[in-house]
């Protein structure tokens, strides 16, 4: 299921390069604005490794998706996008399809990865605010401390919007009490009906291999 064959056209954002000079511009800008100007080209040097390192991250991460729910990697940010938003539903039956399995995808890593990501992000974004109090870089301390505090703060807010979103976006697709999703499909399928599906989408025996 490509992009193409879909008549969309991935955006240039969700390119390995723009995800790249997006890390890359991020961890400079902050960087200098720590350590100021003096050491600009350890600062550079560093950040091309650290958004060398993201991006094959990315990548890897939504190539692994795709194979899991059973689409293209180019699709996965748009997806993910329409889930986020509570966006318009894909026409294809079988891309909705993909959505509900890249759902409980999701869902199925939050579940799993919470008791440990948020606290270790705590760690991370007030630790280091102490060691630099410790080293007497009080001004850095507090932008640390400031930064830490509202990075947190929106990263629970927008984890439980995501959440509601995931959920809501399934219940549109699935419809509310165990709806079904119709449409031509390539392939057997059990309990299709004139070459219809007719099972609920991205159900436990919809998972491609590699989804859990």
Do not use: C
Request: aromatic share 12%; no cysteine.
């Amino acid at each position: 299921m490509g992009s193409q064959g879909h008549g969309q056209v991935q955006r240039w954002q969700d390119r390995w390069w723009a995800v790249g000079l997006l890390v890359l511009v991020v961890w400079v800008g902050i960087r200098l604005a720590f350590d100021g100007w003096s050491g600009w080209p350890g600062i550079l040097v560093g950040g091309l490794v650290y958004a060398g390192f993201m991006t094959w991250l990315v990548m890897r991460r939504r190539r692994r998706d795709a194979r899991a729910v059973g689409t293209d990697a180019a699709r996965v940010p748009e997806l993910e996008r329409r889930i986020a938003r509570n966006g318009e539903l894909p026409e294809d039956p079988a891309e909705q399809a993909a959505m509900i399995r890249l759902i409980r995808r999701r869902e199925e890593k939050l579940r799993r990865n919470r008791w440990w990501a948020f606290p270790l992000l705590a760690l991370l974004f007030f630790g280091t605010p102490v060691l630099w109090f410790a080293s007497g870089n009080v001004g850095a301390g507090l932008w640390g401390l400031a930064f830490g505090a509202a990075f947190l703060g929106w990263m629970v807010w927008f984890n439980r919007r995501f959440v509601r979103r995931m959920a809501g976006m399934r219940q549109r697709i699935e419809g509310v009490g165990g709806g079904v999703v119709t449409g031509p499909v390539a392939g057997p399928a059990a309990g299709s009906v004139n070459g219809s599906v007719t099972g609920p989408a991205g159900g436990a025996e919809g998972f491609a291999p590699g989804a859990r």
